[in-house]
Nanobody, 116 residues
């Protein structure tokens, strides 16, 4: 299994911000694009944002202009800055390889709850 550890979730009011972090414990980070995914209650897991090794980014339409994905190759970490959060952003957020996530790369995720 690929060790991917997500953190940074929490409870935030609509319009608030959170910054999610993901640390990769094995050296696949340097050769792979990475992505963030989320699973809303009762729904399937969906793509949120992806970033290539060189820093090119791609976003789901629902988060464009609000979320920003970045990566730190030195620390093998990928981040998701989430601004202007909405109740529909509520869910569990995961990181994994992108565009094809590994089946053994799904960690426990980090819970994001947007509610007043």
């Amino acid at each position: 299994q690929v060790p991917l550890v997500e953190s940074g979730g929490g409870l935030v009011q609509p319009g608030g911000s959170l910054r999610l972090s993901c640390t990769v414990s094995v050296n696949i980070f340097a050769i792979h694009a990475m992505g963030w995914y989320y699973q809303a209650p009762g729904n399937q897991r969906e793509f949120v944002a992806g970033i290539t090794r060189g820093g090119r980014t791609h976003y789901a339409d629902a988060v464009k202009g609000r979320f920003t994905i970045t990566r730190d190759n030195a620390t093998m970490s990928v981040y998701l800055q989430m601004n202007s959060l909405r109740p529909e952003d509520t869910g569990i957020y995961y990181c994994n390889l992108w565009p094809v996530p590994r089946d053994d790369g799904w960690g426990q995720g980090t819970q994001v709850t947007v509610s007043s």
